[in-house]
């Protein structure tokens, strides 16, 4: 089983508060307690995380799409899931055409801006909290409380 699919079309997602990578390996994510920081856990596989995750594809979140960039190899997806309140975003290769990574949080919320440099994916969600994701290192991301 994956954990994150794109049938015809549509991607779906058995995970929350997760970073899934192209080997079908993750991170889970849990953000601090009365803290804008995150926690990330090491990487695990599918065979040693039974509990974790959406066993039963059919009950898979639905990703919508809400913004797409892309730069000269790479485009940027992201949005949110079926699942109240889950932000997304995701890296594809457009060399090959797959998946680098996918972050999903339950305290993404739907985004409003998206932006792509050569290092970094740039993401504000509707409640003016940007998220500042390193393109080859999506564990590292920050986050940073937006006044306006």
């Avoid at 739907?110 to 003016?128: A, C, G, V």
């Amino acid at each position: 089983m994956e954990l994150f699919k794109e049938i015809e079309g549509e991607l779906r997602c058995g995970i929350e508060d997760a970073i899934i990578y192209e080997n079908n390996t993750f991170r889970k994510v849990k953000r601090i307690e009365n803290s804008k920081k995150y926690e990330v856990s090491e990487i695990k596989t599918l065979s040693n995380s039974i509990g974790e995750f959406v066993e039963d594809e059919e009950n898979f979140t639905y990703l919508d799409t809400y913004l797409e960039r892309e730069n000269n190899k790479l485009k940027v997806i992201a949005g949110a899931t079926s699942w109240e309140g889950e932000g997304f975003v995701a890296l594809k290769s457009l060399d090959t055409n797959k998946f680098s990574w996918v972050l999903i949080l339950s305290s993404m919320e739907k985004p409003i801006e998206l932006k792509i440099n050569l290092d970094f994916i740039t993401l504000e969600n509707e409640l003016n909290i940007n998220f500042v994701i390193p393109i080859n290192e999506p564990e590292n991301f920050k986050v940073e409380f937006l006044e306006k």
